[in-house]
T-cell receptor
Framework: QQQVKQSPQSLIVQKGGISIINCAYENTAFDYFPWYQQFPGKGPALLIAIRPDVSEKKEGRFTISFNKSAKQFSLHIMDSQPGDSATYFCAASKSNYQLIWGAGTKLIIKP | DAGITQSPRHKVTETGTPVTLRCHQTENHRYMYWYRQDPGHGLRLIHYSYGVKDTDKGEVSDGYSVSRSKTEDFLLTLESATSSQTSVYFC????????????FGPGTRLTVL
């Protein structure tokens, strides 16, 4: 019930393409769903986050789509650029308490 | 970077030795966290603190202890290091009870031989 399952484990996308990373959760009490971006040798940094009262949130080229009934949420990166190459983590939490993390997706954008 | 530093940044130690990692923050945040990051596991919470001398266990706390005697410092101790504790350790802060975002330090790479 506490798990967040993330897929795919790795992803290669051509420059200019759309990168899509998916996460699924079981615990319906989760009320906060962030995505973090991590570059090699650095700590994760918040990219974008959503709450279950909205189905989509967009910030620049990054969009979270949220499907409450399916208990799934996804990150879409439009017009993917080589600088987007990083590891992406989804997470979920209940009442701002403890983040439960997905296993991560290593994204490579090919020029 | 939310004023978070971790020390040391890299450490190699031997099985059975005690190890202490330090997380230091300069912005007086109440909430601090210790995670470990391993391939295929994402980040897993070891311990967290919600104030001076107030700490609690996370999902992978066995073999680890923490202390927070000052707001700015959160120490993680491996009492007797094992090879399974080879990992990258991240400290994070949260700016307050009503703020969701966690900000991470640069990490400490620990190798236990």
């Amino acid at each position: 019930q506490q798990q967040v399952k993330q897929s795919p484990q790795s992803l290669i996308v051509q420059k200019g393409g759309i990168s899509i990373i998916n996460c699924a959760y079981e615990n319906t009490a989760f009320d906060y769903f962030p995505w973090y971006q991590q570059f090699p040798g650095k700590g994760p940094a918040l990219l974008i986050a959503i709450r279950p009262d909205v189905s989509e949130k967009k910030e620049g080229r990054f969009t979270i789509s949220f499907n409450k009934s399916a208990k799934q949420f996804s990150l879409h990166i439009m017009d993917s650029q080589p600088g987007d190459s990083a590891t992406y983590f989804c997470a979920a939490s209940k009442s701002n308490y403890q983040l439960i993390w997905g296993a991560g997706t290593k994204l490579i954008i090919k020029p | 970077d939310a004023g978070i530093t971790q020390s040391p940044r890299h450490k190699v130690t031997e099985t059975g030795t005690p190890v202490t990692l330090r997380c230091h923050q300069t912005e007086n945040h109440r909430y601090m966290y210790w995670y470990r990051q391993d391939p295929g596991h994402g980040l897993r919470l070891i311990h967290y603190s919600y104030g001076v001398k107030d700490t609690d266990k996370g999902e992978v706390s066995d073999g680890y202890s923490v202390s927070r005697s000052k707001t700015e410092d959160f120490l993680l101790t491996l009492e007797s290091a094992t090879s399974s504790q080879t990992s990258v350790y991240f400290c994070a802060i949260r700016q307050g009870a009503l703020v969701d975002t966690q900000y991470f330090g640069p990490g400490t790479r620990l190798t236990v031989l």
